[in-house]
């Protein structure tokens, strides 16, 4: 063992000049050098040709001591100093925590200010020639030494930096970038093949052992040097790729180049990454890797955006290996490996990451994000996504944010339309295959925690999807892409209108082709009336298309109004829609009225007024002809009714409630003297009515239901079918959904026994309510249900069995108290509704033991026994109306026959139980 106190000493007696924070000596260089090399000489006695064959045999350095130069004194003081420092690393334990093996912070600042000194002597003074024409360099003086004992020196460092407690407040960070240099030196010189290994070696020890953003900030800086020479050039370029391409390579680069300015920090980031240089195989593995980085980093988003966007630029093959990764996010959900029923496809979480990380994709900025382009194949997932999700989870919001942006990048005359007749007609077999939610997956949601989860089951009907995209462009900002969709949309149906005019029909053979040739026929038309018929009342549209895109609208107005299609009711039902719209925006602007393209649609409209015979359509269009013909002045004075709409119509947008009753009441009183201008703008009306049924105070919404009792009197199917689709959309609020259902409910009172005709779409509407995961909406659905019961004088045979399969679900397995008393009513009422029991003979025994089980239970809900003692009472007075009457006694007749008389006897011997 060596006296430790001893060398300490001698360290404490040198003046380390180069040191990191020592204070300067006033002597020169060369006379401390001289001054520290005559102590080191006196304390440590031994050779200096002993000292050097010390280190070269505990390193294991390869080489001839001979071949180095004592005489020179900078070789000198770099062997005595690395035998010190050697010696102190071998006779005390750095890495033991205990008492006996731990030295005093003094004499560890000594060892790291003597390791500081070597590297400046060792390492910073013997690098290439190129470096020093870098700033970092520009003051080393250079004193250049044997080869052999710069190896010597890089072993040694690679060693002292093993010991942690020297990386004390970044000691050590000059050192590994000197030790890198002189590598990257050495390299550049085409030293032996076992001299290669070794600085190998050195190179593996610094990225995996130190800081990997440190190596990255040393080799862009010592890249940065002016002028540097093609083998040094080479060397740090490999560098560069080798630890890029290995994993967490990208983020150490990020790490490395972190700057206030994010964006800047980005743009040099993406150059760095981007380059054309770079092998293809390099290119994709940095693509995975900053996928990885963007799905697990919070921070630093934009620069892995940003060099994504590049790589994705370079080439083809780029491309589609980004394609491929964004497929295989979405896999679980287009194609998952089990569909085991009820089996959890995705959690809550992975779901709102991956939503969240596509957002970040192409949405988080307008400088660095992924080309539109891509989201194009997962819009009918992103739409389903919306529509299940539930509405108050933030994710829908990165969803609508991710279905604008594709919107409203893709060009006005092809792409958007083709999109939008994609969407429409829900075609998944087209180029580019779309991608869309399996068929047996739909999303769950858990009300008492807001938890979503991705299960295996029973998904909606697809064709509802694509309604979800006019109630998302409604309810965002972007206005200019609500005018640009519309008109889109628009477009479209007019195109679809005019291919009717010259498609030919074959024979059809097989219902398949008659269900195919509907769909195609139907189906799109459809979808696209149901849209435009919700922009058609949205204010803010109107407000962007008389600003922005009115000389569009009047030239497909003008297209519309020649248009002729059998049946005709299609047509005429877009044209008083357009009309009505039109009618608004002329009213608001005056300017447009004295246009000349506005001016153009006087004989269109003329034509169209002289060869209908629709009222509304006739009522829509006396208007505008004599707005365009210039009296609308004297019309204004001569029909006052007109003005009174519009007073009416202001009423009751105005925000004050007592106001908005007013003009309902007044638009009541209009309705029922049969106003020939209240009645024509009955569409007007009825998305005024909309509108204001979402108002919270309730003497105003009760008054709108009202309103809509009478629009019933006009245009009765109008008005459910709106009002079913507004209680079947899951974006509307629950307590507007609510409102909407007491209103269909009070308007099929109003038809009466009529409204049989609309059973069907009533009672479909309400048995959705009743499948709903929201506790208040299914309970207000079972109530809804049981007065249609009665109002339908209980012709319900055809929803018999799938009631009670409700009525089943919810007693057996609902947790919500006035839901379960909901679905008892309806099971008391449908009990009542039944004429004939004998046709019901199979099911009434469980249902009898059923209500016998409730009534009797003490535990159970007040309410719900007395409506299990009201459906007992039922049964039990229908049962004895069938005993009383005449009719059962023949339908109750049973042949009996007595075995064992007059049959003859059996031969040989008889079973025992054949016995008497």
């Known amino acids: 063992m060596i006296n430790i106190a001893k060398y300490f000493a001698l360290l404490e007696n040198l003046n380390f000049q180069h040191a990191a924070r020592k204070e300067s000596v006033d002597c020169a260089g060369l006379e401390v050098l001289q001054a520290n090399s005559t102590i080191l000489s006196k304390y440590v006695q031994k050779d200096l040709r002993q000292q050097l064959q010390e280190l070269f045999k505990a390193l294991q350095v390869e080489g001839e001591s001979d071949v180095i130069d004592l005489n020179n004194s900078i070789n000198c003081y770099i062997i005595r100093i690395s035998h ?18 731990l030295i005093s912070v003094a004499h560890l600042k000594l060892c790291i200010q003597a390791t500081q000194e070597l590297s400046y002597y060792a390492l910073r003074s013997q690098l290439h020639s190129d470096f020093y024409k870098s700033v970092v360099f520009k003051d080393v003086q250079r004193e250049r030494c044997h080869p052999t004992l710069i190896f010597l020196s890089i072993q040694l ?39 290669i290994l070794q600085l190998n070696a050195a190179l593996t020890y610094l990225w995996q052992n130190e800081s990997k953003a440190d190596f990255f900030r040393h080799v862009l800086l010592l890249k940065a040097t002016p002028n540097l020479s093609v083998p040094l050039a080479k060397e740090l370029h490999q560098q560069l790729l080798n630890k890029l391409g290995v994993a967490h390579g990208f983020a150490s680069l990020l790490a490395a180049l972190q700057t206030p300015n994010a964006t800047r920090t980005a743009e040099i980031v993406a150059q760095i990454v981007a380059q054309r240089g770079f092998s293809l195989r390099l290119q994709q593995r940095l693509i995975e890797q900053i996928f990885d980085f963007c799905a697990m980093q919070t921070n630093g988003l934009l620069a892995g955006v940003l060099s994504l966007r590049r790589l994705y630029e370079l080439n083809v093959e780029n491309r589609k290996c980004v394609e491929r990764l964004l497929c295989r996010n979405w896999q679980p959900l287009t194609c998952p490996d089990d569909l085991l029923n009820g089996l959890i496809v995705w959690e809550h979480a992975q779901l709102c990451d ?49 279905i604008s942006r594709c919107l409203d990048n893709r060009e006005s005359k092809q792409e958007l339309p083709n999109l939008l007749q994609r969407l429409y007609s829900w075609d998944l077999t087209g180029s580019p295959p779309w991608q869309a939610m399996h068929p047996r997956l739909a999303i769950m949601h858990t009300s008492q925690s807001d938890l979503v989860t991705v299960q295996v089951a029973q998904q909606e009907e697809e064709g509802n999807y694509c309604r979800v995209l006019t109630a998302l462009l409604m309810a965002g900002s ?12 628009l477009e479209l149906m007019l195109q679809q209108l005019l291919a009717t005019q010259t498609a030919t029909t074959e024979l059809l053979s097989t219902e398949t082709e008659l269900a195919d040739f509907l769909h195609s026929k139907y189906q799109l038309k459809l979808e696209l009336l149901v849209a435009l018929e919700q922009l058609v009342w949205h204010e803010p549209l109107k407000v962007q298309l008389a600003a922005t895109q009115s000389k569009k609208f009047i030239q497909l107005v003008a297209q519309l109004m020649a248009i002729r299609v059998q049946p005709a009711e ?47 359509l006739l009522n829509a269009l006396q208007p505008l002809l004599e707005l365009l013909g210039g ?10 009714s007109l003005a009174s709409f519009q007073q009416t119509r202001e009423l ?42 979402k108002q919270k105070e309730s003497y105003t919404f009760l008054n709108c239901v009202r309103l809509f009792v009478q629009l019933v009197h006009i245009m009765e199917s109008e008005v459910l079918d709106m009002l079913s689709d ?35 779409e009533l009672f479909n509407c309400f048995l959705h309510g009743a499948c709903s995961s929201l506790d208040e909406f299914r309970s207000s659905a079972y109530a809804n249900l049981a007065q249609l019961c009665r109002l339908l004088t209980y012709q319900v045979h055809g929803f018999f069995q799938e009631l009670l399969q409700l009525i089943d679900a919810e007693l057996s397995s609902g947790r919500y108290l006035p839901a379960k008393r909901g679905a008892l009513l309806v099971l008391a009422e449908l009990l009542a509704g039944m004429d004939n029991l004998l046709n019901y003979q199979d099911i009434l025994l469980p249902i009898y033991r059923l209500l016998r089980a409730i009534e009797a239970n003490e535990n159970c809900d007040s309410q719900m026994r007395q409506h299990a003692a009201n459906g007992l009472k039922v049964i039990n007075e229908k049962c004895r109306e069938l005993l009383n009457s005449e009719a059962p006694v023949q339908q109750l007749q049973r042949e009996i026959k007595v075995l064992g008389i007059k049959e003859p006897a059996a031969k040989g011997k008889r079973h025992i139980l054949e016995l008497n």
């Open 478 to 489: 972007d206005q200019t892409l609500t005018a640009k969709t519309f008109l889109a949309l």
């Open 570 to 616: 299609l047509a005429e039902q877009m044209q008083l829609l357009i009309l009505l719209l039109l009618q608004e925006l002329l009213e608001r602007s005056e300017q447009l009225q004295l246009s000349e393209s506005t001016r153009q649609l006087q004989q269109p409209l003329q034509r169209l007024a002289d060869g209908t015979a629709n009222p509304l």
């Open 726 to 760: 507004e209680y079947l959309s899951e974006t509307a609020d629950l307590d507007y959904r609510l409102v909407v259902g007491e209103a269909i409910l009070k308007a099929a009172q109003e038809i009466g026994p009529l409204c049989y005709r609309y059973k069907a």
């Open 631 to 640: 009296k609308h002045q004297a019309r204004m004075a001569t029909a006052p």
């Open 84 to 101: 010190v420092l050697h010696t102190l690393s071998l006779n005390i334990n750095f890495h033991s925590d205990a008492k006996e093996d």
């Open 354 to 402: 991956c939503i969240r990380l596509w957002e970040q994709l192409f949405c988080n900025s307008s400088i660095a994000c992924l080309p539109s382009l891509l989201l194009v194949p997962y819009m009918p997932l992103f739409l389903q996504l919306y529509k299940q999700l539930p509405q108050q989870l933030i994710e829908r919001k990165a969803l609508a944010a991710l």
């Open 652 to 693: 009751i947008e105005n925000e004050q409630p007592h106001l908005q009753v007013y003009g309902i009441q007044l638009m009541l009183e209009a309705l029922r003297n049969k106003d020939p201008t209240f009645i024509s703008q009955s569409h007007r009306i009825i998305a005024l009515a909309l509108s204001t049924l």
């Open 157 to 195: 460092f690679i060693r002292l930096l093993a010991i942690r407690q020297l990386h004390i407040a970044n000691a050590m960070e000059l050192v590994q970038r000197d030790l890198l240099a002189a590598v990257i030196s050495l390299r550049a010189a085409q030293p032996k093949p076992g001299q």
